[in-house]
Every structure is written in structure tokens, then in C-alpha cells.
């Protein structure tokens, strides 16, 4: 039985901080988000998310049952491969993903796009646009939010899921610091017609792709293909456009077809211009002189790209700090453990934050324990695994490693090349691996 109804503030509508909200609300908490874009549909990017075990959990323990349906059913295909390969498509390694059918713990794909617009339905009358988070204030054991447009907000806690450039964190955790990883890169998507499905090897068509090139340069590759068609029509969760936004408006908003997306990323030096000012047409420019010598299939990819849809990436990463004094503030997510993509946690990362974090809210708002045991506990548990994959993912995409150099750089890649060959020519070390990865992102854990 309820024995201290809460109110929480929730600054952000990203993954997370929409998760948590949902979770919240199922279990009768009162919650208000507050995002500073101005409508649902700013900031919106519709480029892939992997969804691992752990994300899945948490969406699955937050989200209304047949607003979880949905998720699901918005999901592109999954992947049956991770590949490894060379900038000419020559087969390094490939792992066979084993297919898992299981709704909650499965690995899945889905836009960003389609994702934010999930999570905001049924949220309608909580998340508040156009307001812009200053600072807060603590009297009398509430918490103040206040905004730029002259507005505040009071409640019994306040977490701060406001991602990278958190004001939340820099007033609560001014120690805390991001770092530049040394990598810049340019992302872009291009439709998926014939033409570029034609580009493609079946297993990168199929799968997901790394490619591994001289001077350190890398590129990553993911192919969408939703269940539905090029109208717009999704099997499965409506038999029409107009009877599926009856039952889910928020997907008025999304307007996802099947697409392919590449990452190109190489250590900030190599770039012979700065890539963070230019233009799309100019990102896909630079991109093409600087993949000279690669495959034509995967500079036609380029090449071919919406130039509207690209932008330069600045990848930054947190810094991990020791635990802080537990009070009524607390964050999630990028606004306290910023990763790299190398390992492809982050999102999933400030989920099961979420999940974490509204299990222990609910646990307080019971009696079953204190708002400030509570947020401890949670914030522990957080550190623990958040700061892990930080490092982790540091690891994967660090300007300082040695491939990076003008000449250890061709040693090591030829070192990588010819251990990731091995690999691939042995099942039982090809099984370990993709044993491993599972388990890092969380196939394993209950």
C-alpha cells in the first residue's frame, strides 16, 4: 500500500528519461518531463538504435504491456550477422547471430525516430515541450526546477536526464567531466532502393558490419528493413495508417522506410579538414576523399546518401568519478555516463538506469524503504555498471591507440587482420566470441 506519494521531475524526454516516466506513471507516480524541444518532432534523428536484452528488460518493465506490443512490432529486422571486413569487402570475421524470438530478451533494431515516438505515446498530459532547464533549488525538502521562459517546476525529487551537455549534472556533479575520445565522424543514411540493395554482400545486407581500413579509418554499416510497407502500412500493429495512429497517435509522427546507415570514423588528425562546421553535401564530399582506394560499392553507398540526412560527429566520453553525497537530485543516462559507440550500450545503458531507478522510486513511495536509501541504492548500482561500460566502450574508439599512427598503425592493423581470419576459420573461437558479446550486453542476466 502507497504510504508517500511522490511528484518527480523528470528533465529530458530522451530514452531514458520517457522510460522512466512510463514506469512511473504505470505505478501511480505522479511525473512531469521536461524537454526543451519545442515539439515532439524536433530533434529527431532516424537513424538505428540497437536494442539489447537489457534495454529490453527495462522497456518491458516500464512501458504499458500493448505499448511494449508495439515497440516490438515497430522493430526492423534483426541482424543475423556482425561482420568484420576490410574497406575492399573482403570477409574477415563473421559472427552468426543466433535468432531468438523471444520479445523481451531478443536483440533488436529499431530507429531512433520510430523509438522516441513509442515512448512519448501515452504521455501526452506529462511531457511538457518548449521548456529549457537554468537550475534548481531545494527548500523544505522539495526540489525547484527553473526554466528559461520564467516557469518552475517543484516536486519531491528531480533527475536530470537532460543527456551529454546535462545542466542537471553540472550543478549537481561540477567534478564531472567529458573528455574528447580523439574520433571524429560523419553519419548519414541513404534510402534502400534496389539499386543499393544490389551494393550489398548478402551477410552486410543481412547483418551488421564493421569495416576495418588503413590509417585507422573504420565505418559502420546497418541495413533497416521494417515490417511494413513502402506506404507506410505496419503489419501486424494496424491494418491501416489510419487505424493504427487511432490506436497509437504518437506514431502520427513517424514516418520510418527502410534505409541503410553508415558511420565513417577516423582519430581527429587524419581529418584534413574539420568535419564539425561543414554541410551535408560536404560531409558526404570529405567522406569520399577520405575512403579513396575503398570498394566502389561502399563509396556509391556514400555517394548516393540524402545529404540532409548527414551530420559530423564529435565523440566525447565521460569521465568516471567517485560516489557523491545522495540527495533529492539525481541523473541518468548521457547526463552522467556519456560512452562511445564502440561497444553499442549507451542507450541501452540509461534504460536500464531507468528501469533501475523507478523500481527503487516505487520501493520509497511503499514504505519498503526511504526516498534517500532509495536513491542511493540506486545511485550505487548505477556507478557500478554505468562507469564499466564507459571504459569499455573507451576502449573501442580511443585517437590514442597505436592503429591510429602513421606507421605502428599498418603493423597493428595487419595484426588484427590476421587474428580476426583465425578466428573465423575456428568455430569453437567463433562461438566464444559471440558468446562474449552476448553476455556483455546482458543475454545473460535476469
Known sequence: MSTSPLHVIIIGAGTGGLCLAHGLQRAGIS???????????DGLQGYRVGIDPDGSRALHACLPPELFDTFVAT????PQYFNMLTEQLSEMLSLTLQPNTDPII??????RMTLRQVLLTGLEAVVHFDKSFVRYEQTDGKVTAFFEDGTCATGDILVGADGSNSRVRKQLLPQAKLEESGILGIAGKVALTSEIKALLPPKVFNGITMVFAPKGYSCILHVMEFKWDRNGVKAGIGGTDADLIARWPGLLYDNTTD?????????????PVDPLGLSGAQLIELAREMTAGWHPNLRTLIDRSDPSTCFPLNIRTSVPIAPWP??????????????????????NTALRDAALLCRNLIAARDGATSLQQAIHAYEAEMIRYGFAAVLASRKQ???????HKPVVGRLVLAG?????RFVNAV????????????????????
Open 31 to 41: 511525473v512531469a518531463v521536461y524537454e526543451r524541444d519545442r515539439t515532439r518532432t
Open 75 to 78: 522493430c526492423a529486422r534483426t
Open 106 to 111: 531478443s536483440e533488436k533494431s529499431v530507429s
Open 259 to 271: 534505409y541503410v546507415m553508415w558511420g565513417f570514423g577516423a582519430a581527429r588528425q587524419r581529418f
Open 326 to 347: 545522495t540527495s533529492a537530485i539525481t541523473v541518468l543516462g548521457d547526463a552522467i555516463h556519456t560512452m562511445t559507440p564502440g561497444r553499442g550500450v549507451g542507450a
Open 397 to 403: 574508439m580511443d585517437g590514442r591507440d597505436p592503429i
Open 416 to 420: 588484427m587482420r590476421t587474428g580476426m
Open 427 to 446: 568455430p569453437p573461437l567463433k562461438r566464444r566470441m559471440a558468446d562474449e558479446q552476448l553476455r556483455f550486453r546482458g543475454a545473460d542476466r535476469e
